[in-house]
């Protein structure tokens, strides 16, 4: 799989060889995340260059964790899934994350920020239950950023679809979320809470009721983020 080899017949070491290149383990996740299609995984590691994410996806198909095929619902569009061995893979990237959550220090973990990564993740683990039976557009503003990365929407369709823009897509905006990058991402990984975060004033809602009162619901919660983190 790779010119480097670390000659040893440990199953550690050969499972080494595939998994343990530079980003793979971090498009593994997406690929159990569920994103098949190309530019979904490109959102998924926005930092990663184009033909980067194509080698490595050729090396997993060749190395049997990830087969190519037609999407079926765009059939002109190739999608990428895990085989049986890459589904095997599952419990592996979740308790590495966990692993992750749990002893990495917090300065650490917020000084990584990525605002494309940030609302990637909260847009497919979004729970579209708590939010009115209409379309729901949420705004998302960090003054903190460049002006090139400093909107976002998310857009909740009825059918309980999601979609996030970085471009006005034009819609009339149900809630205003005005905050800085690191307090959004220390909500998200569970290390801080929206009511918190609102009484200190680090974090500013406005916008329909029904939506800002439930926004700790239906904004949820990293999937890492059930774990205690230890190291401080």
Known sequence: MTNASYKQFCPVAMAAEIL???WTIVLLRELVAGSTRFNELRRGVPRMSPALLSKRLSELEAAGVVERARAPEAPGIEAYRLTGAGRDLQPVIEAIGMWGQKWVETEPTLENLDPELLMWDMRRNLDTDPLPDRRTVIEFLYPDLPAAQRKWWLI??????VDLCHIDPGFDVDLYVHTD????TAIWLGMRDVHGAVSDGALLITGHADVANT???WLGLSPFAVQEKLAS
């Open 156 to 161: 909740v369709e009825p059918d309980g679809a």
């Open 181 to 184: 990058l690191r307090t959004m």
């Open 20 to 22: 343990c290149t530079r």
């Open 215 to 217: 926004m700790q619901r």
